[in-house]
């Protein structure tokens, strides 16, 4: 069983910054490929940001260059550095973790999300 943790949501005045910090744990051989993504009220989950264990990323087109993803991966933790807040940026943030599970392959698993409010 795997468990995806999301911390760090909070209400914020547009402009403003804010850390997520999401984690990953139990019983897993690697935790592969991380992510945020996004959903905001009425609206589809869309990506926010994705990195690989290796340090690649990838930005949704709405996010780059105010958003930054990073890792530790002795922790199995993703961050999500968010600058300059849009009042559009506000939603529920969801982790994603792609967990390699021995001798039953690659799953991917959701944490149970965290909000974040941006006021204008």
């Known amino acids: 069983q795997v468990q995806v943790v999301e911390s760090g949501g909070d209400l914020v005045q547009a402009g403003g910054s804010l850390r997520l910090s999401c984690a990953a744990s139990g019983t897993f051989f690697s935790i592969n490929d991380m992510g945020w993504y996004r959903q905001a009220p009425g609206k589809q989950r869309e990506l926010v940001a994705t990195i690989t264990n290796v340090g690649s990323t990838n930005y949704g087109d709405s996010v780059k260059g105010r958003f930054t993803i990073s890792r530790d991966n002795a922790k199995n933790t993703v961050y999500l550095q968010m600058n300059s807040l849009k009042a559009e940026d506000t939603a529920v943030y969801y982790c994603?973790?792609?967990?390699?599970?021995?001798?039953?392959?690659?799953?991917?698993?959701w944490g149970q999300g965290t909000q974040v409010t941006v006021s204008s």
């Open positions: 994603n973790a792609q967990a390699l599970i021995l001798f039953s392959g690659s799953r991917y698993y």
